[in-house]
């Protein structure tokens, strides 16, 4: 067994306190490595530092294993401190590495905030998803958001929706369906996916009335690639594709931009769902939400998310 390494994230935001929380809930079952300054922790955490990934197995059922990176300054609650920036950037890139050599199983990423790592060094990724396909050699991935009442994947991400239209392609699309069927395989250990579709427009375009590009390419690229052997079902109107009963007719959604993606899975289930990166040579979890700068310190912050993300990652590590 290998431990599930967990970044530190935004030092300044809920990452630190979650991450206790989470190995406080988990320590008996899965093995955990923190990595990050251990001053960030909050007072009276459980921790040891180690040297190498390979001890964190015998002490942590009884502490935090923490591998430790020195920050250049201490965190301050809801103020990030554009100092600690580069630091941020670099716990992420030596978790990836502990991954990649095979001394860990996974990596789990706690939330980082893309403005202050932009300000405090010039950050040049959208976020967490780019920045780990840039690491692992820009391979394609895609963003899935599981739980266990959906799995959804976006197809556009963190783009303005005026320019969702123009993103869209079907070798893109084509691409997002076999990286997310090729996961499901893997990852999710379902022999036999089954994936829907949404359309873009509302109704699925209601046949042209409401949008031509379900007619014109969405619905041709889901039946050539239904003829290769692909399990799939659209595009059909987001609008009716989360209930229950639909729900239970595949084993993931894919969606044609961010909020449609976002809003059925953080609606049924914020405080659980987790965020996958599908495409990577290695394991990536991370809880679904953000730093939390307005409570971060204060001792309420839900580990649930993080709790989860941690789980779903062994639970990956070891299908």
Wanted: glycine share 8%; proline share 8%.
């Amino acid at each position: 067994m290998k431990p599930v390494v967990v970044t530190c994230g935004e030092p300044a935001g809920i990452g630190p306190e979650i991450a206790a929380h989470a190995w406080a809930a988990l320590s008996d079952s899965i093995p955990m490595l923190w990595l990050g300054d251990p001053r960030h922790l909050p007072a009276g955490t459980p921790f040891e530092q180690v040297e190498t990934t390979a001890q964190a197995l015998s002490i942590s059922s009884r502490a935090l294993p923490v591998l430790a990176h020195p920050f250049a300054a201490q965190n301050t609650a809801g103020t990030p401190d554009p100092a600690n920036a580069i630091c941020v950037i670099e716990v992420i890139a030596h978790a990836v590495a502990l991954v990649q050599s095979g001394e860990a199983a996974a990596v789990c990423t706690a939330p980082i905030h893309k403005k202050a790592l932009k300000d405090g060094a010039n950050f040049a990724y959208p976020g967490h998803t780019e920045y780990l396909a840039a690491l692992a050699g820009n391979c394609d991935v895609v963003m899935m958001l599981a739980s266990d009442k959906l799995r959804v994947v976006p197809a556009t991400i963190h783009i303005a929706l005026s320019e969702v239209p123009k993103a869209l392609t079907p070798a893109g699309l084509r691409r997002t369906i076999e990286i997310t069927h090729a996961g499901l395989q893997k990852q999710f250990g379902i022999a036999h996916p089954r994936i829907a579709i949404s359309g873009l427009n509302p109704h699925a375009g209601e046949g042209g009335a409401m949008g031509s590009e379900e007619l014109s390419w969405i619905a041709p690229l889901i039946a050539q690639m239904q003829a290769e052997g692909f399990t799939l079902q659209g595009p059909m109107p987001a609008d009716t594709m989360f209930h229950a009963a639909a729900r239970a007719r595949y084993d993931a959604a894919i969606a044609m931009y961010h909020d449609q993606a976002l809003i059925p899975i953080k609606t049924l289930d914020f405080d659980l769902g987790v965020n996958v990166t599908l495409g990577l040579p290695f394991i990536r979890t991370s809880p679904d939400h953000g730093t939390a700068f307005d409570i971060a310190g204060k001792g309420i912050a839900n580990p649930s998310s993080m709790i989860e993300a941690i789980r779903m990652a062994h639970r990956m590590a070891n299908t």
